[in-house]
């Protein structure tokens, strides 16, 4: 073991009342504040996004959507087929029907105006069916894409999740979804109605009259030009969105996930100026697309009508000229306008794309985001235990070093055995590298150098599951979720009975308790099991921990919220729960050691002190100060 020695550490400040105080930080949570206030990680700085990976998110999720995408396209083309037709039969009328009518021949205009109103009954029709169909389509999607980013984000490394907040992958599942529901339910349409409508119209303008129709349709060539421009600046305003709206919803969450430190250091003030400057900043991209459209729109539409003025006047001339029918004139007008009114939409569609397209851009980043700790490709089982066994697993840790990725070395690269069924207990100063010690064992990370071995298997070739199910964490957070105490117990083997979850309730002393709740075992902790206390949570936690079974059971400061006697009676509980387990034990008071075998000291990174508890306190090196320091502040 390296940097094992016997009292060669400096001594340290012991406080009153609890010994050590073990509050480690690793730099990667150093950038995330305690309080949410102004001064944050700059929110500008987001999940990279590998090239194409958009694109390929969209293919990934309309393959199997591609015969009913298909069916519903065909449905649009019939249906604008369909709608595009009366103003010829318009022209028609006027030309055919209107000069027959006056020689009391009827049967044409009925034959115009039937085939009209069939037109218009097969083009409503088909719209319908396409509108059900689309919106299928859509929903499937729609569904698709939540559920992959919420398996996504918890396949996600602890590292990915100390760095960016819960408020970031909340916003890509709601309103970067929402911007892409949005496009998919309107913008899609829309785009395939306005293309086929000026594939049609272009068409029938040229079979009407060619002279008149290539004028009509070089007005295309200004109105794509001004699109084209208003697109690119329209693409930068809605990153710009996206950012923003992101940092609202971060604020936001932040701020209600830590109320109670907000309100006992009153930070409402401070929170609500930052959370106004990100609210302004979402306000003013939205702003900023509103006026880039009105703007668009306007010289767009300037530009149709004079150009509809221009066709109308040569037209007119024509007609006077005997060159051109009234009644094509007539349908020339009607497509015009048909062909330019949809200039709001286009617009409109343009506003929805840009907007679908940076949120599908923030989406497919944190989709194609790789785990820092993957899954291994062949994993390796663990050596078989005998059926029933409660026996613990050796861990070696062999020449284990660490850093994060911020290049800063946490763990020199050092050596240890733990051998199995033994209790060893880290003490050390904040930031000597315990927690980052005990994430190694849980693989929470995987080290920079060396491996990590349990039972003589590479962390790295375990299966996560089988990994979870050896070792098992218990952490001052004492996360609860909202549900029933025995829900919240059998989280540690979803299969266990009634029986066995009140069993290992009793085991680590949390029946008593648990009985005295309102309805029991089946009350509801409520939101993060607010219903109960922090040390209630905790021992819910050590009998989840307990009913789990590990072969490893690792001790994060484990006892930290539990008053003495809760303390003392955990740890004699703990005593049966440990007993031929391997366990590591990071110790928030030094009155936890008393119940490891062994001690480990931990300084900057690296061991500094190796014994059992009573030799280190017959010693005279850190450890043996720390001790005494701490029994004077009890008497």
Not at 268 to 292: L, R, V
Not at 389 to 405: C, D, K, L, N, T
Not at 423 to 432: L, Q, W, Y
Request: hydrophobic letters at 45%; aromatic letters at 6%; one cysteine or more.
């Amino acid at each position: 073991m390296s940097g094992s020695s016997n009292g060669t550490g400096s001594s340290t400040g012991a406080g009153t009342g609890t010994g050590l105080k073990d509050r480690e930080q690793d730099p990667a949570e150093a950038e995330e504040p305690q309080l949410p206030v102004a001064a944050t990680t700059p929110e500008g700085e987001d999940i990279p996004v590998p090239p194409g990976a958009p694109r390929a998110l969209l293919r990934s999720l309309m393959g199997p959507h591609r015969r009913r995408i298909v069916l519903a396209i065909l449905m649009i083309v019939l249906q604008q087929a369909a709608l595009q037709v009366g103003p010829l039969l318009v022209s028609i009328a006027i030309d055919r029907g209107i000069p027959a009518l006056r020689d009391h021949d009827a049967g044409p205009l009925i034959a115009i105006t039937a085939g009209y109103l069939g037109c218009a009954a097969v083009a409503t029709l088909l719209q319908r069916a396409f509108i059900r169909l689309s919106g299928l389509i859509n929903q499937d999607i729609l569904l698709e894409v939540r559920q992959r980013i919420f398996r996504h984000a918890q396949l996600l490394s602890l590292d990915f999740h100390e760095r960016y907040t819960s408020g970031r992958i909340i916003s890509r599942a709601t309103s970067d979804v929402d911007a892409v529901r949005e496009l998919l339910n309107e913008g899609l349409q829309e785009l395939l109605s306005v293309a086929l409508q000026i594939l049609y119209i272009s068409g029938l303008l040229l079979v009407l009259d060619w002279r008149l129709g290539l004028v009509s349709i070089a007005s295309a060539v200004p109105v794509f030009l001004l699109q084209r421009a208003y697109r690119l600046r329209s693409k930068e305003i809605y990153r710009r969105s996206r950012t923003a709206v992101a940092t609202v919803i971060v604020r936001f969450t932040e701020t209600m996930n830590g109320i109670r430190p907000v309100q006992a250091f009153r930070r409402e003030e401070a929170n609500e100026a930052a959370f106004g400057i990100a609210n302004a900043e979402y306000s003013k991209s939205n702003a900023d697309s509103m006026q880039s459209m009105a703007r668009f729109v306007f010289s767009a539409r300037a530009t149709a009508n004079v150009w509809i003025v221009g066709v109308v006047l040569w037209g007119a001339y024509l007609v006077s000229e005997r060159e051109l029918q009234l009644g094509v004139l007539a349908a020339f007008v009607l497509y015009l306008r048909r062909l330019f009114d949809p200039i709001d939409q286009l617009a409109m569609f343009v506003n929805s794309y840009q907007s679908a397209a940076a949120a599908l851009e923030k989406i497919a980043g944190l989709l194609a985001h790789e785990p820092s700790v993957p899954e291994p490709v062949r994993p390796v089982p663990l050596p078989a235990q005998p059926e029933g066994s409660h026996a613990g697993r050796e861990i070696v840790f062999e020449e284990v070093g660490f850093s994060y990725r911020t290049g800063k070395q946490v763990l020199p690269p050092f050596s240890l055995r733990l051998p199995s069924g033994q209790s060893v207990a880290v003490v050390g100063a904040t930031g000597a590298g315990k927690s980052t010690l005990a994430k190694l064992l849980a693989r929470f990370y995987d080290p920079t150098g060396g491996r990590v071995l349990l039972d003589g298997v590479d962390l790295r070739e375990l299966a996560t599951a089988e990994l979870r199910r050896g070792v098992v964490m218990v952490t001052q957070e004492s996360f609860l979720f909202s549900g029933t105490v025995a829900d919240n117990i059998a989280v540690g083997r979803p299969g266990a009975t009634r029986e066995e979850v009140e069993d290992a309730a009793k085991a680590i002393g949390a029946d008593a308790f648990i009985r005295a709740l309102p309805e029991g075992y089946d009350t509801d902790v409520r939101k993060r099991g607010g219903r109960i206390s922090a040390g209630q949570r905790q021992l819910v936690a050590f009998a989840r921990a307990l009913l789990a079974d590990p072969s490893v059971l690792i001790l994060d400061e484990a006892t930290s919220s539990l008053d003495v006697p809760g303390e003392r009676a955990v740890q004699e509980a703990m005593r049966t729960v440990l007993a031929g387990r391997t366990a590591v034990i990071i110790a928030h008071r030094l009155s936890t050691v008393e119940i490891a075998d062994r001690v480990l000291v931990m300084e900057q990174g690296r061991i500094v002190e190796d014994g059992t508890p009573a030799d280190l306190i017959a010693g005279t090196g850190r450890f043996s100060r720390l001790h005494e320091a701490w029994r004077d502040s009890l008497v």
